[in-house]
Every structure is written in C-alpha cells, then in structure tokens.
C-alpha cells in the first residue's frame, strides 16, 4: 500500500473495561468517526466478551456503511498484565481474566492486524498524537481514579520497562509513615490521592462529629459517598469538604513533584473521575510543582487536563494501530 | 574508516570533578590501559582547569607511547547543568562554572570529536556496557553520596528528559513530613538517605547523650563524623551506629521500591562514597524491595554493586565516545 492509500483507511479503537467497553472508529487526522458504548458482560466469560465486541465492531463498519476492506487494524486498551507480543491477557482482576488471548479470535474475524496494549497506557498515547499532549516527545498522563495509573512517553515513545510493569506511579512512596495500600506496600501515591483515600477522609469526618453538607448530598448514608459528591459539597462551599480537597491536594503535590524531578516531562496531562474536580484539586497541586519541584524541570512543565477526556481510550487505541503501522512500513 | 580500523584505535575518557580529575584511556573492549588522578585547580579558573586536562591527556598520549591519531575521541563527565549539543557547562557550583565552553579549546588541541555528559549518567554507560550493568537494557545506575544521584538506561539508551534534567532521583519526595532538602523541597530522597543525613543521625544521637563509640574514632570531634566512620563503628557492634545504619536503610529503601515500581528495571546498580558500607546497609533495602515493591517489578529487579567502582567516570567518559561513533558511522 503506498502512503496516500493507507492515510485513507480507517482505525478501529477499542476500550475495554471491566463495567463497560467502546468502540470507535477513527481516521488518520484522529477524527472519532463513530462510538459506541456497551456493557462489558463479564459474568459470561472471555468468550462471550470477545463475541460482543466483535459484534459491536461489526455493527460501527455497517453503520458507518464502510466496506470491512477500508479497516487498516484494531488496536485496545485492557485493564490488566499484558503480554502485547502474544496479544494475552495474563492476569485482570476487573475482567476476571487469566491468560486470555485478546487477539486471535478479532484478528481471525476481521483479518486484520490487531494490537493490544494496557488501557493507561492507550488513553496516553492518543493524548500525546492528537490531544493535549500533540507535539510533545517527553509527557506523562496521569489517570486519577479508584487507583492512579499512568501512561509515560520519553522520546516520543511509550514507556513500558524492562517486561512492560512501567509507570505504576501509583505505587510510589510518597510519605514513609503512610497507610497500607492494596498492593502490600505503606504510604502509596494512591493509597494517600485515590478515590478511596478521598472517600476515607470524609468518612473520618464525619464519624468525627464534623457537620458537613457531604452526609446529605449522600442521602444520609456514609455508604454512599463518592468523590463527585464531595467535590459537590466543595463548590458549595462545605468546609470539611473543602479540607478533604485540600489534604488531597497536597499528597497529589507530592506524587507530581517527584515525577517532575525524576522525568523532567514538558507535560504532565491529567484525566481520570476525579480530574473532573480540577478547579478546587489541581491549582495547589500546580503551585506545589512550581515551588518545590526542581529548578528547570519545574519550569519546563505543563499541567494540563486532559483534552479527550472519555474519548482518550478509544482514540489512542487507533493511535496504537497508526504508530506500529507507520514504523512497519516507514510511512 | 572502516570497523576493523576503528576497534583498534584507543578513546580517552575524562572525570571532572570539583576535587579531583581523571584521565583514563581505554580501548573498544572497556580495557582502562592508563589512568591518571590530579588535583582540579578551581581557584584558578576555567581556563586553568581546561588547561591542566589538556596538558594531563597529553601526558597519557605520550606514556602510553601511542600516536595521536589513534585516538578517535575524548568523552568528559562533568557535575553542573550541561548543554550538551554546544559543550557548554552552563552551571558548575562545584566547578564554579558559569557558561564555560568545555569542548572547544580541548577538541581544538586534539582535533577529535569531544562529548560531555553528566557525571553520573557518564558512570552509568561505563557500567552499562562494561560494568554490573552489561547487557541489560533497563537499569538505573545510582550514586550514593553527598547527594544521590541517578544514571537512568532506558531501552539501552540514556535517558535524559527533555532538557536534560531527568533522574533528579535525590529530589523524590518519599516523606511528606520530611526535613528541608538543599533544593529547598522537604522529605526528598537525599535530605533521608544522603551523606549528610547520615552524619546528621549520629550528631543528633550524640548530642542526646547516647554512647557511642563514633565518637571516639571521630577524635572526639563531633564535626569529623563522616559516614565512614559510623560504618567503621557499625562493623565493631557500636549499637548507635546499627541503629543508624538501619534507619538509613529504611529511607534508602522507600526511594527503591518507588524506582523499581516507575522504572521497571532488570537492574539497579549502586555505587559512590556511601555503598562502600554495603554489607551492613544494602541488604535491608534489598529486602524492602522484595517485600514491598509491585509484584513482577520486585521480581525481576536485581540490586548490584557497582563492578566499575571509582573508574565508572572514566571508562563512561570512554563509552560516550564510543556510543556516539556507533551511531554516527554505525559500527
């Protein structure tokens, strides 16, 4: 195929997660084509899983009436321990997969090539090819969320590490007296920034006897609560939920200045859940790098939120396919 | 020049620092053939300083007995804040350099290609190509002193960010009440785990009124302390010196398990002043890791001392030449 004919070909990107998975299809200007948005159905197996997305790509080629030939490739985003070269699935708890091979039965379907990589890692590189990150070689995209996730990008390419654990900023240490975290280890980036630390500290509040507007908005059941909720009570001017954002600010400062220091990124993109409360989360979080970060490096970086938001799993999926198609034929 | 004509010519590879420099050089296969150590005179200036160096390769040219012409280049490593492309070292607190053009007048005198680079990255090539680090294509070289520095390899190239100031590793946050960093950060890395921490950690244990006998082989003199005398101390049983050791280790593990968990390296390799004390405070940061670190990444990282010791700097100096040339003429 020469470079014109295959610049006319369409991508599909797939985002697989554990509650729901999407499908799009884009072209090579990173256009979202079409989208489609269906519940992953977990409990009825890898099988059944891949069937249903095989039926949704079916589906976006006809609706979009293009012929199945205009298809370049597959690319998805999966939760989970990746082998990418054998295109298995080796371990995800959310889809309760162990060793699943996510390619075969796709690539035998569509006869096209069809790549995997983790869904952080996608959701990167989309934002770096066509979102806030365009342009940039050295950028971090970081998925504030239940944990905190990243996808990193030194010298224009995906950062995987040495057998593709890389970028489990998570997981850093950022205080030495801090709480457990899921993983094991004391004092986690996560542990002290992630939804659920977040959801603790009003919950601690509350059981401490702070009146706070959270307990309402959640219906009067502590159960209830989410960092939406929360965030809900900050913008109307709660003070105990203002203090919650004001603690998780700062561990969120902790974690972005060590990653500042160490990758010296022109950007650090923002998305995830609780990036939807940047207004009240993230300017102390960005005065914390300018003043404590190291000198250059604090001055280079960029704090910028995501520009796809939703759209950045499925679109990076297509950039996955782009970029392994440009190196392989050198377009 | 062809392959068999280059691999037999010999690279010099110079290690600037505030103190001391080295010249060494050595051929294609890693082999130091001669080494020198002077005293940098600093107080004398820049001019001074490139001067001496001049004068110093000359003097392992002519020992050597070989021909200038067989040499094919002179890699330096050098502290401060580099520009790299245009051999400006455009901060040196060590050097007291601002601005100064370290390439010019030595590639003038010589007329072979000259590069510069960070000292501890420099260390960390020596050690990638002929040291611990051989054959591995994701390690992090770390320099344990004063403060604590980093050499990062990432898909066997070095990674540098994108303006040269990655693997600032001294300045992770890994305490979020931590004390004051020179950077004038708090809880970084190096105020826990460096030099002075150390030194700091006996001081303190003294002044408190805790026996010890640091002490004693300080000369009674609280401001000899050095964090070798407290090794000295911890191999004779000196409990406070233990106690201290373990305390350091503790901190000095917090700042591995971060980087094993972000980097997913095969290896990290450990070298400078501190790890001469490695018996006593290695191991513990070795089990921290195991136990504490991501799963996978923990598996897979091993923790090496430094197989190049104090010539990493000159035989990296050397590496650098060689790596450039590889590339440039694709030896």
């Known amino acids: ?41 977990v409990e009825l197996g890898d099988k059944a899983v891949l069937n249903r997305i095989i039926e949704k790509v079916d589906e976006a080629i006809e609706k979009l009436k293009i012929d199945k030939k205009e298809i370049l490739g597959i690319g998805m985003g ?33 006869n096209v090539p069809v790549f995997i990589e983790n869904d952080v890692r996608v959701a990167a590189l989309g934002e770096k090819r066509f979102g806030s990150g365009k342009g940039r070689r050295y950028m971090i995209f970081i998925a504030l969320g239940t944990g905190i996730g990243s996808g990193i990008i030194i010298n224009g390419e995906l950062f995987r590490g040495s057998i593709g654990g890389g970028g489990e900023i998570g997981h850093m240490v950022i205080d030495s007296n801090g709480p457990r975290c899921n993983c094991g280890n004391y004092g986690c980036f996560e542990a002290l920034a992630g939804g659920p630390a977040i959801v603790a500290r009003a919950e601690k509040a509350i059981k401490n006897g702070y009146k706070t507007e959270i307990l309402e908005l959640a219906n009067n059941n502590i159960s209830n609560i989410t960092p939406a909720l929360i965030y ?26 060590t990653l500042t220091n160490i990758f010296n990124p022109e950007c650090i993109i923002v998305g995830g859940g609780i990036s939807r409360s940047w207004d009240i989360l993230m300017p102390p979080v960005i005065q914390m790098v300018k003043t404590r970060g190291f000198p250059r490096s604090r001055d280079v970086v960029e704090i ?28």
Chains 1, 2 share one sequence.
Not at 8 to 33: M, N, Q, R, W, Y
Not at 81 to 90: H, Q, R
Not at 95 to 107: Q, R
Not at 309 to 331: H, Q, S
């Open 78 to 110: 999966a939760p989970g321990i990746l082998d990418i070269e054998n295109g298995i699935n080796i371990f995800s708890p959310n889809l309760k997969w162990n060793n699943v091979n996510m390619v075969a039965p796709i690539k035998e379907h569509f």
């Open 1 to 41: 195929m020469d470079r014109v004919e295959i610049k006319e070909k369409k991508i599909v990107g797939i985002d697989l997660g554990g509650t729901t998975f999407k499908v799009g299809v884009i072209d090579f200007s990173g256009k979202l084509l079409y989208k489609s948005d269906t519940n992953t159905p």
């Open 304 to 331: 910028l939120p995501s520009s796809l938001g939703e759209d950045a799993g499925v679109i990076g999926a297509g950039v996955l396919v782009i970029e392994r198609i440009e190196k392989e034929e050198k377009i």
């Open 232 to 257: 809900q009570a900050a913008k109307n001017g709660d003070k105990v939920a203002l203090e919650i954002f004001r603690e998780t600010s700062f561990y969120l400062g902790l974690g972005f200045v």
